[in-house]
Nanobody, 124 residues
Framework: QVQLVESGGGLVQAGGSLRLSCAAS????????MGWFRQAPGKEREFVAA????????GYIDSVKGRFAISRDNVKKTVYLQMNNLKPEDTAVYYC?????????????????WGQGTQVTVSS
């Protein structure tokens, strides 16, 4: 079992940066692929970024490519989302999630464990 706790959200002006962190508990963290999802008000939750268990593979939604970077530290049991050049449309609750290493990274249904979310608000 994996428990996930996000942090690092907040209010930032457009063009600014934030780094989200997701701290995991459980001995099997390094065997899980990890992902970040977000849900804006009135919208469905959507995939943002993901990383394989060994950090070899990453994936991003088109709207954040070149601006966001996902990384992980298996020793610290933490996954990060560095968000640069933030835009008002990035405003959402951001969720960290864990999936089995073999599962496709961009499908929400593949993620077994979820954090409680952290709010990111980008002002124009």
């Amino acid at each position: 079992q994996v428990q996930l706790v996000e942090s690092g959200g907040g209010l930032v002006q457009a063009g600014g940066s934030l780094r989200l962190s997701c701290a995991a508990s459980g001995r099997t963290f390094s065997s899980y692929g990890m992902g970040w999802f977000r849900q804006a008000p009135g919208k469905e939750r959507e995939f943002v970024a993901a990383i394989s268990w060994d950090a070899v593979s990453t994936g991003y939604i088109d709207s954040v490519k070149g601006r966001f970077a996902i990384s992980r530290d298996n020793v610290k049991k933490t996954v990060y989302l560095q968000m640069n050049n933030l835009k008002p449309e990035d405003t959402a609750v951001y969720y960290c999630a864990a999936r089995p290493s073999w599962a496709a990274m961009n499908l929400e249904k593949n993620y077994e464990y979820w954090g409680q979310g952290t709010q990111v608000t980008v002002s124009s």
